[in-house]
């Protein structure tokens, strides 16, 4: 017998296990619209041009697709910046708060260059995690550390990682009402009651723009009033932000949830996540921001987190994080990755456009998924009968869809709703 016998089996992760039933699935008319990941109109993975140029990859033939002119200046500043192979970018080791040119970037692409956060440098302290998932665990990791008893508010529902973060770092969570089926829409009332109810000094957790899963987010002056109570009862605001840019298309306006509670000067976390808005996924890149209300504490703040990394993974990975300099920091690439951005939320707004013609909640909701309102038993359906995967939360991704699925999908949800 094997010592491992007490070692039981693991169910299925919620998402990820999605896409390994979908792979199994032989069907041609499967669907995978279980994980957040982003595909063309052809379905297919999509590696950003920015990216590729940078890592001196781009093809020929996609160069040529675009525009004479536009191709020159492509080929010479492919040459200038084939960056990364002929700068001779070396594969030591990166300190364990990551690379400095990255961790600049991504606070300013948050608070926006000229906020004083910024400005004054030293009231941030932000390190590169292992994107937003290994950012959100850090923050995690120096709560239990340093708010020892103190609680942290997660929407009902959230995307389901949050809470086994929580739990792996052995900080207490509770739910805050957010999610409302019979509007599906925001229970804005429900929302603020819990986040007034929850003990003095709680963490909330906040998604910054395109709620997972459901879609939902509050309006600008639902946010004031968010941060109206959170201040009132000296709650500690903690931003997870998967989808700067990815959402309206645009980064600041994505981020003006974070900027209105900078502005107040509050202290609070933010995660960030390069995942989908630079198709980074499986670099691993994000940060973690914490604001502090003195250069002293930022300082402090900061090599607390350090310590909590060094022995968990001892530090970041610099493929992905040189990317993401290199593309901030350069403005004719900071262009190309904002249009293309742009597309992408595009292509998204555009199905959603399609479907929600059916159903005019789904033209509400904003970012990557939809929430449909199908139960489980509903969702398992839209599996078995029709080959749609997604999580059996009633979640869809629609940046898994395509223009041409969208009526095939509406059919499935049409039976699967009765
Ligand atoms: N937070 C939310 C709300 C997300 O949706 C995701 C990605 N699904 C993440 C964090 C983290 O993703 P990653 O670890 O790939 O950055």
């Given amino acids: 017998p ?49 990216v590729k140029r940078l890592e001196a990859l781009a093809s020929f033939s996609s160069l040529l697709l675009i525009s004479f002119i536009h191709f020159l200046n492509r080929m010479a500043s492919f040459q200038a910046e084939n960056l990364m192979l002929e700068r001779g970018d070396n594969k030591e080791y990166l300190p364990i708060e990551g690379l400095a040119a990255f961790n600049k970037a991504t606070a ?13 440098q030293k009231y941030v302290a932000t390190i590169q995690g292992l994107s937003g998932t290994g950012s959100l665990r850090l923050a995690a990791a120096l709560i239990e550390r340093y708010f020892a008893g103190a609680k942290v508010l997660i929407s009902a529902p959230t995307w389901g990682n949050h809470k086994n973060i929580f739990n792996d770092a052995k900080v207490p969570w509770s739910e805050y009402r957010y999610y409302d089926p019979k509007t599906i829409g925001l229970d804005f009332e429900g929302m603020i009651a819990d986040i007034k109810e929850a003990p003095e000094g709680s963490f909330i957790l906040l998604h910054g723009c395109a709620h997972n899963p459901t879609g939902i987010d509050p309006t600008p002056e639902q946010w004031v009033k968010i941060a109206d109570v959170i201040q009132e009862k000296n709650h500690i ?8 840019g990815f959402a309206s298309g645009s980064l600041d306006e994505d981020a003006s949830s974070v900027r209105l ?23 691993r890149i994000g940060a973690i921001n914490v604001v502090c209300s003195s250069a002293d504490a930022a300082t402090r703040v900061k090599s607390q987190l350090k310590r909590i990394a060094r022995p968990m993974y001892s530090n970041p990975p610099v493929h992905g ?19 293309e951005m742009e597309m992408m939320a595009g292509r998204i707004k555009t199905v959603r456009q399609k479907l ?26 839209m599996t078995n009968k029709w080959h749609v995967y997604m999580t059996k939360d009633g979640r869809i991704s629609l940046a898994g869809l395509s223009m041409a699925k969208c009526e095939y999908l509406a059919d499935a949800i049409i039976d699967s709703y009765h």
């Fill in 356 to 381: 929600g013609k059916d159903w005019s909640f789904i033209l509400k909701q904003i970012g990557m998924f939809s929430f449909t309102g199908l139960n489980k038993a509903q969702s398992d359906n």
């Fill in 237 to 244: 605001p903690f931003f997870d932000v998967a989808y700067q």
């Fill in 321 to 339: 994080a040189r990317i993401v300099a290199n593309v901030v920091g350069d403005a004719t690439m900071f262009g190309e990755w904002k249009a």
């Fill in 2 to 50: 094997s010592r491992f016998e007490s070692i039981t089996m693991a169910p299925p992760d919620p998402i990820l296990g999605v896409s390994e039933a979908f792979k199994a699935d032989t069907n041609e008319l499967k669907l995978n619209l279980g994980v957040g990941a982003y595909r063309t109109e052809e379905l297919q993975p999509y590696v950003l041009n920015v």
């Fill in 108 to 120: 300013e692409l948050l608070f926006g260059a000229g906020h004083p956060v910024i400005k004054e």
């Fill in 261 to 283: 509670f900078a502005e107040r000067g509050m202290e609070f976390f933010v995660a960030q996540s390069y995942s989908k808005n630079l198709g980074l996924y499986a670099e």
